[in-house]
DNA sequence: ACTATCATCTTTACACTGTCAAGATGCTGA
DNA sequence: TCAGCATCTTGACAGTGTAAAGATGATAGT
């Protein structure tokens, strides 16, 4: 696949475009002819790259979670050790969302809903990122020499992963605020047993 | 709002047709033209009940929200004491989605990924709900006796939830098979501390 | 009983969408 | 030079959301 032709790489180009229309206005008002015009070309000139407005949508999917990794990545490196690596991770793979909650709601879909945690108060009422987590958790397993049954393993993993994704699930579609002083407690908590 | 005209009751008709469409072929299928055909009525009939396509689609997550609740709070009822009903709770919140994962693609966003928590074998690699499960976590936490700051409710709260719906979000998206045994160690252990 | 009102529904129209088929364009290798 | 091919354009089509204008029939006030 040459890189350079008529437009230059018409591919990422699309790409970009996709990702830009979709931080200004939302999913919804991405289409294939709007992006293809952003690139000053015809609205068919994409079919010569993506089958289908799907792989478009899977592209930027897949670059969207290149940026993610990246995030999570350094948020690792940066650790001094596994245990705070792992809660770093948390922080992270919550706050990338929380920054653009569009992202979110392309990545893995949209609704509003409000909510409130404060008790004090009477309110009515082969993905990479968990490849990294796996490693991460097998790490701190190892750095404390801890052990555990192969059972107990997985369902902590599970209940970490499941606990980043839902907070940020929640942070981006809900009226629920949260902050890193937040996470840390829930991230550190979910260790501490 | 009279619920007897021409058709009978088009507003319900048209929630209906459109719930049986997202079953049937997924949320990317759903037009108001074709629930209105369903209904047997013109494509412009809708605006009567629905100022946008977005009115109907609130309408359909309304329903699906109130489906939810029941399951829920059945849940909840016939459980024996306050702690059985929180696991209950997460037990139910995770199949009601992993029943039908179409619902959840459409009230939450639609993601397929791929991910293995197994270790023992090399793979690559303003919400009813959310009161339903306060009021629950309150009611445990006076039937224990537990002495708890507001932080430390507020955080465990948060969690509890959290788990739960990063859990089905991941059920429903993932390769990752779930299951009631699973979720119960899952739950119960985020309570035993 | 007559009529005005109003919610409900139909018809028509338009711009926008994804997608396909046919053709143009220009790079690349034989 | 020329054939092949990826790239892009043009034109067409069905399906979409939505607005405007009109038909229909229930209901309420007189």
Redesign the interface.
Same mark, same amino acid.
């Given at each position: 696949m040459s890189d350079n032709y008529h437009h230059g790489n018409l591919r990422k180009a699309l790409i970009d475009a996709g990702i830009r229309i979709i931080n200004e206005s939302g999913e919804a008002n991405l289409s294939l002819r709007k992006a293809a015009a952003i690139c000053k070309v015809s609205h068919s000139a994409p079919y010569a790259h993506f089958k289908d407005k799907n792989e478009l949508i899977e592209a930027i999917?897949a670059t969207v979670t290149e940026q993610f990794m990246e995030e999570l990545s350094a948020a690792v490196n940066a650790s001094s050790d596994a245990e705070s690596a792992l809660v770093n991770m948390g922080r992270h793979y919550v706050a990338f969302f929380v920054r653009r909650p569009d992202y979110f /709601?392309f990545? !893995?879909? &949209? *609704?509003n809903?409000? =909510?409130h945690?404060? *008790?004090?108060k009477n309110y +009515?009422?082969?993905?990479p990122p !968990? %490849?990294l987590l796996?490693e991460t958790y $097998?790490e701190y397993l190892a750095e404390k020499h801890l052990d555990k049954s192969?059972?107990e393993? +997985?369902?902590e *993993?599970? @209940?970490l992963? =499941?606990? =980043?994704?839902? $907070?940020a &699930?929640?942070a981006c579609? &809900?009226g629920?605020e %949260?902050s890193f002083e937040?996470e840390d /407690?829930?991230f550190s908590? $979910?260790l501490l @047993?």
């Open positions: 999917k /709601r990545m !893995f879909g &949209s *609704l809903i409000t =909510a945690i404060r *008790l004090d +009515e009422n082969d993905y !968990f %490849t796996k $097998l192969v059972e393993k +997985e369902t *993993l599970l @209940r992963w =499941a606990s =980043a994704h839902g $907070l &699930s929640i579609m &809900s629920v %949260t937040w /407690r829930i908590d $979910l @047993r």
